[in-house]
């Protein structure tokens, strides 16, 4: 796969038990603590996002948690808990004690709310992408990390702060979605230990399990038929892709908010290395989510292509039409696989 020089990033990193500390600190010395995540939130954004609302506010402290984008909340994680105390963006403070990203591999994936981030007293960056460009003032990344969730995971058990049913429903789904239910590469001993911590602490495994992945739409059901039946191999790329248009969300009544894990499908073709879905967004730019299996890299072919992500699944927006955006694709894989 492409090789591109990388701005400073998180390689190597792991979250220190100091650092750590100095977390717990920062917020038991805050009363005003701002939370956020990223734009199109995945479960982990969420799970991360709405499991640390719930614990600081137990803690008594004043929670502002907001997402860039609300009307983004995809509908498969309404059940989540604290989702009521979500705020708009607005009511977001200007200069808090503290501010805490999750998710984020860098300030621009809080969009809106990246000023606010940014005009804290103390910002706190809590992440699991090797790319994170590490734009804390504290930097809890730990690209070995599952997820986000895990992370959070961790900080509470450092700052004694208990996980309650609902805070742990919270996690284990942002732990459940990123490692393809504990399938991807990334679900490493630690994370089914934390994922086993939250199942005693309550967390309702048969409810996200449900909830997430067996409520699917009949509308996003036709939709996944469309791409299905639109998929292409290419043998000597190893890549298997499909598309769909705006115009398919018109005709079936699927949203693209309930496409995450459309990816999925393809990613099951034998013989294949790397899946590629391009979605079409209602400006006409196109999304392209990247997956990976055998050991293919993809988070370098979608931060050659303007976008970021991890080894096993990534993305990037394209600014091209549908058409236009596979031809870039397909240039950047064959590049990789000469170069
Ligand atoms: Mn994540």
């Given at each position: 796969m492409v090789i591109v020089a990388d701005k400073?990033?998180?390689?190597?990193r792991t979250v220190r038990e100091e650092d750590l500390q100095a977390a717990v600190r920062a917020v038991e010395k805050s009363t005003v603590v701002c939370l956020s995540s990223h734009v199109n939130p995945d479960g982990d954004a969420l799970g991360s996002l709405l499991g640390l609302t719930l614990a600081l506010s137990a803690q008594g402290k004043a929670v502002y948690a907001a997402l860039?984008?609300?009307?983004?909340?995809?509908?498969?994680?309404?059940?989540?808990?604290?989702?009521?105390?979500l705020r708009d963006p607005?009511?977001?403070?200007?200069?808090?004690?503290l501010f805490i990203a999750l998710d984020?591999?860098?300030?621009?994936?809080?969009?809106?709310?990246r000023p606010k981030a940014e005009g804290a007293r103390f910002l706190v960056n809590v992440d699991h992408h090797?790319?994170?460009?590490?734009?804390?003032?504290l930097d809890l990344v730990?690209?070995?990390?599952?997820s986000t969730s895990e992370l959070v995971y961790r900080l509470l058990r450092a700052g004694g702060w208990e996980s309650t049913p609902e805070v742990a429903t919270c996690l284990y789904t942002g732990l459940v979605t990123d490692t393809g239910r504990f399938q991807h590469?990334?679900?490493?001993p630690e994370a089914l230990a934390v994922a086993s911590e939250l199942a005693a602490a309550g967390a309702d495994l048969a409810l996200i399990s449900r909830e997430v992945?067996?409520?699917?739409s009949l509308s996003y059901t036709r939709l996944v038929g469309r791409a299905l039946e639109r998929a292409e191999v290419l043998e000597d790329l190893g890549l298997v892709f499909s598309y769909i248009t705006q115009r398919d969300l018109r005709e079936t009544g699927?949203?693209?908010?309930?496409?995450?894990?459309?990816i999925d499908h393809l990613r099951?073709?034998?013989?294949?290395?790397v899946a590629a879905i391009l979605k079409e967004l209602e400006d006409g730019k196109v999304r392209v989510s990247l997956r990976s299996r055998?050991?293919?890299?993809v988070g370098p072919v979608a931060r050659a292509l303007g976008g970021g992500g991890h080894a096993n699944a990534a993305g990037y927006t394209s600014d091209l039409d549908i058409e236009g955006s596979l031809a870039r694709l397909l240039e950047v894989l064959r590049r990789g696989r000469h170069g």
């Open positions: 400073p990033d998180a390689r190597g860039p984008r609300p009307e983004q909340f995809p509908p498969q994680y309404h059940f989540l808990p604290g989702r009521e105390m607005e009511e977001i403070p200007e200069g808090a004690d984020c591999s860098n300030a621009e994936r809080l969009e809106g709310l090797e790319d994170n460009n590490l734009f804390g003032h730990d690209p070995g990390a599952s590469r990334n679900t490493s992945y067996e409520s699917q699927a949203s693209l908010q309930e496409t995450e894990d459309l099951t073709v034998r013989g294949t290395r055998d050991g293919a890299e």
